[in-house]
């Protein structure tokens, strides 16, 4: 009797956020195995590079199940929090699925923050283990700590198999933490819904397929990072983790050379790539199908550029707080406006994201072009909190006919076309090369230094670039030093004012109030056309360059 040969096995369909319909009846996998059906489609095709490592998806999962084995091993459990001091590395989503697969909350922290920040984050998280990328001595206690040579042996040693730990749909995924208006940083929880949700309702407009090539500049402890490396890798797309220098000829020549079809940057960045427009041509960019950028306000002669230079490339423009996963408003460039002056629009709420613009109270209609409001994202994408703290939750989430918002503290409007336009911030929240910073934070940093009468943080003008500027107010000039060495022992670089001014008075109004805006505007007055660094105030108002410091 002859025996029948089984039919083959069908492929592992894609996640059904893929675009091809074919996939879209499935269901989401665990995020532990968000690469598994990669690995289906070719496990040998590559995955990732950063320059130095690279790695194909079998390697990927397979690590990811050793280094997940280790973790439970060091008792890793369903909801623990696991933290990990990130780096730009192709390893950072090998540590990611890792802690996936064990049911686990990935929590990346900013790996070059000063060691009393981290000390502080990671007493609030109490994780379970700390991965660093890194040798540096443990900076917390009662924890496991691992560190870039026991990760190496670990990875380098016998494959381990783990079966991944499922998570619930209400269960954490990932904290993110963002500068705080309070003084101390917010821990932004987002779950697995929110996620997956997000996953489906963005790449119907990033459109991220197994034969993509994406272009990731974000660091690891930014959310942006899980939109350029993970959604794509999850659906067999290669991923270039570019840890290079930020410069326009430098990132033009590896979008070049890694033929890239997805370039996902900050408006710092893509108008260092821009460098003036004459790079911008088919024959500088043969692969690229697609230009995204959003995180802070982009000029529009920039976009104009990308979209003259590169015509059937789709130009994006997007708007998203952590708070409401990742992104959540997306608006197309379709034609170039070349008289435009203001920015493009931030566009309209991707599926499954709902949008309201309210003025004292009541909801703004669409129709109602160019009236300014504050900007509530609610829906299925919207955190489940801030992690530890409540009160900010209660604060900034609100439920309206069932459903929850996230009040974003961004001034929006509607234009003719019904798109959503920002226009400004309604507290002093800034985004610097894309990254989100309450001056609230440093200002109270600031006032922690014994000494200190007043301090006014804002962002200035100086030499054509947007500078954090700080005015300290105190008797003893020697103070300012004091503040300046606080500063940089608590709060990442890209936080500490670069330009810092001392008034031994406070400025007075005509009314006799406290006139911080006054000083810190005699202050931008001066430091616009300066290369100093450091200004003092005269009892008379006036404001000079210290001695000593170069100016111009």
Same mark, same amino acid.
């Given at each position: 009797?002859?025996?029948?040969?089984?039919?083959?096995?069908?492929?592992?369909?894609?996640?059904?956020?893929?675009?091809?319909?074919?996939?879209?009846?499935?269901?989401?996998?665990?995020?532990?195995?968000?690469?598994?059906?990669?690995?289906?489609?070719?496990?040998?095709?590559?995955?990732?590079?950063?320059?130095?490592?690279?790695?194909?998806?079998?390697?990927?999962?397979?690590?990811?199940?050793?280094?997940?084995?280790?973790?439970?091993?060091?008792?890793?459990?369903?909801?623990?929090?696991?933290?990990?001091?990130?780096?730009?590395?192709?390893?950072?989503?090998?540590?990611?699925?890792?802690?996936?697969?064990?049911?686990?909350?990935?929590?990346?922290?900013?790996? %070059?923050?000063?060691?009393?920040?981290?000390?502080?984050?990671?007493?609030?998280?109490?994780?379970?283990?700390?991965?660093?990328?890194? $040798?540096?001595?443990?900076?917390?206690?009662?924890?496991?700590?691992?560190?870039?040579?026991?990760?190496?042996?670990?990875?380098?040693?016998?494959?381990?198999?783990?079966?991944?730990?499922?998570?619930?749909?209400?269960?954490?995924?990932?904290?993110?933490?963002?500068?705080?208006?309070?003084?101390?940083?917010?821990?932004?929880?987002?779950?697995?819904?929110?996620?997956?949700?997000?996953?489906?309702?963005?790449?119907?407009?990033?459109?991220?397929?197994?034969?993509?090539?994406?272009?990731?500049?974000?660091?690891?402890?930014?959310?942006?990072?899980?939109? $350029?490396?993970?959604?794509?890798?999850?659906?067999?797309?290669?991923?270039?983790?570019?840890?290079?220098?930020?410069?326009?000829?430098?990132?033009?020549?590896?979008?070049?050379?890694?033929?890239?079809?997805?370039?996902?940057?900050?408006? &710092?960045?893509?108008?260092?790539?821009?460098?003036?427009?004459?790079?911008?041509?088919?024959?500088?960019?043969?692969?690229?199908?697609?230009?995204? %950028?959003?995180?802070?306000?982009? $000029?529009?002669?920039?976009?104009?550029?990308?979209?003259?230079?590169?015509?059937?490339?789709?130009?994006?423009?997007?708007?998203?707080?952590?708070?409401?996963?990742?992104?959540?408003?997306?608006?197309?460039?379709?034609?170039?406006?070349?008289?435009?002056?203001?920015?493009?629009?931030?566009?309209?709420?991707?599926?499954?994201?709902?949008?309201?613009?309210?003025?004292?109270? &009541?909801?703004?209609?669409?129709?109602?072009?160019?009236?300014?409001?504050?900007?509530?994202?609610?829906?299925?994408?919207?955190?489940?909190?801030?992690?530890?703290?409540?009160?900010?939750?209660?604060?900034?989430?609100?439920?309206?006919?069932?459903?929850?918002?996230?009040? %974003?503290?961004?001034?929006?409007?509607?234009?003719?076309?019904?798109?959503?336009?920002?226009?400004?911030?309604?507290?002093?929240?800034?985004?610097?090369?894309?990254?989100?910073?309450?001056?609230?934070?440093?200002?109270? &940093?600031?006032?922690?230094?014994?000494?200190?009468?007043?301090?006014?943080?804002?962002?200035?003008?100086?030499?054509?670039? $947007?500078?954090?500027?700080?005015?300290?107010?105190?008797?003893?000039?020697?103070?300012?030093?004091?503040?300046?060495?606080?500063?940089?022992?608590?709060?990442?670089?890209?936080?500490?004012?670069?330009?810092?001014?001392?008034?031994?008075?406070?400025?007075?109004?005509? %009314?006799?109030?406290?006139?911080?805006?006054?000083?810190?505007?005699?202050?931008?007055?001066?430091?616009?056309?300066?290369?100093?660094?450091?200004?003092?105030?005269?009892?008379?108002?006036?404001?000079?360059?210290?001695?000593?410091?170069?100016?111009?």
């Amino acid at each position: 009797m002859t025996k029948t040969s089984e039919p083959p096995a069908a492929p592992l369909a894609l996640p059904p956020w893929s675009i091809d319909p074919a996939d879209q009846a499935g269901s989401a996998p665990a995020l532990g195995d968000l690469v598994r059906a990669a690995v289906a489609l070719g496990p040998d095709r590559p995955a990732l590079h950063d320059g130095r490592l690279g790695l194909t998806f079998a390697e990927l999962e397979r690590r990811a199940s050793t280094l997940a084995a280790w973790l439970a091993g060091r008792g890793v459990r369903p909801d623990d929090r696991v933290a990990v001091l990130a780096e730009k590395s192709a390893l950072m989503p090998v540590l990611a699925l890792a802690i996936w697969k064990c049911g686990a909350v990935y929590v990346p922290l900013d790996g %070059t923050a000063p060691v009393p920040r981290l000390r502080g984050l990671l007493g609030r998280l109490s994780p379970r283990v700390v991965l660093a990328l890194d $040798d540096r001595e443990p900076v917390a206690e009662g924890v496991v700590w691992a560190g870039r040579a026991e990760l190496d042996a670990v990875l380098s040693g016998p494959d381990r198999e783990w079966a991944t730990v499922p998570h619930g749909p209400a269960s954490t995924a990932y904290i993110i933490f963002t500068s705080g208006s309070t003084g101390e940083p917010k821990g932004v929880e987002i779950t697995v819904a929110n996620l997956v949700a997000y996953f489906g309702n963005h790449n119907e407009v990033l459109r991220f397929t197994p034969d993509s090539r994406v272009f990731s500049l974000s660091p690891f402890h930014f959310d942006v990072s899980i939109e $350029d490396t993970l959604l794509p890798l999850s659906l067999g797309a290669f991923v270039h983790q570019f840890r290079g220098m930020h410069a326009g000829a430098v990132m033009r020549a590896v979008v070049m050379r890694e033929r890239i079809t997805h370039l996902i940057a900050v408006s &710092t960045l893509l108008t260092m790539m821009t460098e003036g427009g004459r790079h911008v041509t088919r024959e500088n960019f043969p692969s690229l199908e697609m230009v995204m %950028t959003g995180a802070e306000v982009c $000029d529009p002669g920039v976009i104009n550029v990308w979209k003259d230079g590169l015509p059937e490339v789709r130009v994006i423009n997007v708007y998203g707080p952590t708070e409401a996963t990742i992104v959540c408003v997306a608006h197309e460039i379709v034609r170039v406006d070349p008289e435009r002056v203001s920015s493009y629009p931030i566009g309209r709420p991707l599926r499954g994201v709902e949008a309201r613009i309210v003025d004292e109270g &009541t909801e703004v209609p669409v129709h109602e072009a160019d009236r300014v409001g504050e900007l509530w994202i609610g829906g299925e994408q919207v955190m489940r909190g801030y992690y530890g703290q409540p009160e900010e939750t209660a604060r900034r989430v609100v439920e309206v006919d069932g459903v929850r918002y996230y009040r %974003t503290g961004d001034l929006c409007s509607y234009d003719g076309n019904g798109d959503i336009v920002f226009r400004g911030r309604n507290d002093d929240e800034v985004k610097l090369a894309g990254r989100r910073i309450h001056l609230g934070e440093i200002r109270q &940093t600031v006032l922690s230094c014994p000494g200190v009468e007043r301090a006014a943080v804002a962002l200035v003008q100086r030499l054509g670039h $947007d500078v954090i500027a700080l005015v300290v107010t105190a008797p003893d000039r020697s103070v300012v030093a004091d503040a300046e060495k606080r500063l940089a022992e608590l709060l990442p670089a890209y936080m500490v004012p670069a330009v810092v001014a001392w008034s031994p008075a406070t400025a007075v109004s005509s %009314t006799g109030k406290t006139d911080e805006k006054l000083l810190m505007r005699r202050l931008a007055d001066a430091a616009r056309e300066s290369s100093a660094t450091r200004f003092a105030f005269t009892p008379a108002g006036d404001v000079a360059p210290v001695d000593g410091d170069d100016h111009a």
